[in-house]
């Protein structure tokens, strides 16, 4: 079974702070992923990753960073958290670029829910 | 603007009935369709999936049925059961853009026993 691990299921921070989120994944996947969860909005695409040291962002990048200097290994930085970034934080890994269709789908943490005061 | 669209924040069901869960989509290009069943405080887990080329696809109680000219998807769960109580995220991609997911607003079903 695929497995990605998010070190923390809860963090409360204060304002201003900043904060490391850590994934890992165990199945050798190339694309890595962070979303952020909100009611009513979905998932929505932060910053992800198709290989060690490289990165794209996503839809809602503002206020983020992202660190791959390992393959199975994604960070998100919060670089000066802030209240409106209290939210539910998902990474999730899938087969690389190369591969479409079947065994696209991409495989979730259990999802690190962040708190900022 | 979302390109992905759940339009209903809720269902709720009885159980042994059919629940339908909709989903519609705006980007043509999306060529691989997805759901995800969430429950509170647990990351999304992979229901079913379906390509562009195709209009349904069969796995146990679950079927996706793709509408490719209204853009439109659904997820039937046939029976439905207390446990699939969750939220529902219907997600594309387009892989000419990458393999990342554009997921919907999602819609919370509840089955009744």
């Known amino acids: 079974d695929v497995k990605v691990t998010q070190s923390s299921r809860y963090l409360v921070k204060r304002t201003g702070e900043k904060v490391f989120l850590e994934c890992v994944q165990d199945?050798?996947?190339?694309?890595m992923f962070w979303y952020r969860q909100d009611p009513g909005l979905g998932l929505r695409l932060i910053y992800f990753s198709y290989d060690v040291k490289m990165k794209e962002k996503g839809d809602i990048p503002e206020g983020y960073s992202v660190s791959r200097e390992k393959k199975e290994r994604f960070s998100l930085i919060l670089e000066s958290a802030s209240t409106n970034q209290t939210s539910m934080y998902l990474c999730?890994?899938?087969?690389?670029?190369?591969?479409?269709?079947?065994?696209?789908?991409?495989?979730f943490g259990q999802g690190t829910r962040l708190t900022v005061v | 603007d979302q390109q992905v669209k759940q339009n209903s924040p809720s269902l709720s069901v009885q159980e042994g009935r059919i629940s339908i869960l909709n989903c519609d989509y705006t980007n043509s290009m999306f060529d691989y369709f997805l759901w995800y069943k969430k429950y509170p405080a647990e990351g999304p887990t992979f229901l079913i999936s379906?390509?562009?080329?195709?209009d349904k696809n069969e796995d146990g109680r679950f079927t996706v049925f793709l509408n490719k000219s209204a853009k439109h998807l659904s997820l039937h769960i046939v029976p439905s059961q207390p446990g699939d109580s969750a939220v529902y995220f219907c997600?594309?991609?387009?892989?000419?853009?990458?393999?990342?997911?554009?997921f919907g607003g999602g819609t919370r079903l509840m089955v009744k026993p």
């Open positions: 199945m050798d996947h190339e694309n």
């Open positions: 997600a594309a991609i387009d892989f000419n853009a990458g393999n990342m997911l554009t």
């Open positions: 379906i390509s562009s080329i195709k």
């Open positions: 999730a890994s899938s087969l690389g670029r190369v591969h479409r269709g079947a065994g696209t789908e991409a495989f």
